[in-house]
């Protein structure tokens, strides 16, 4: 049985850091490509940052520069360091093994004064 568990989401001020991370179990974590969403209230999902299975990272436009996805094969874990965050990037952010129906529950991730 698959299962992503995302942690580590919050209230933030603009301008502040998160980071998120997703545990993988059930798979065979290193040979997949991995994903973070994020879907904010009355919006579809996006896609914000993708790392594959040997390291490689993409990143939506909105958060080039500002975002950082990295993943520790040994441990399952992907990671998503979320650093001059903006009250845009407020939503459920979600954990996926790209290509499969595997996701995580989702964690609120939101940022106001």
């Known amino acids: 049985q698959v299962q992503l568990v995302e942690s580590g989401g919050g209230l933030v001020q603009p301008g502040g850091s998160l980071r998120l991370s997703c545990a993988a179990s059930?798979?065979?974590?290193?040979?997949?490509?991995m994903n973070w969403y994020r879907q904010a209230p009355g919006k579809e999902r996006e896609l914000v940052a993708s790392?594959?299975?040997?390291?490689?990272?993409t990143y939506a436009d909105s958060v080039k520069g500002r975002f950082t996805i990295s993943r520790d094969n040994g441990k399952n874990t992907v990671s998503l360091q979320m650093n001059s965050l903006k009250p845009e990037d407020t939503a459920v952010y979600y954990c996926?093994?790209?290509?499969?129906?595997?996701w995580g529950k989702g964690i609120l991730v939101t940022v106001s004064s």
């Open positions: 790392i594959t299975s040997s390291g490689g990272p």
């Open positions: 059930g798979i065979i974590f290193s040979i997949y490509d």
């Open positions: 996926n093994v790209r290509s499969m129906p595997y």
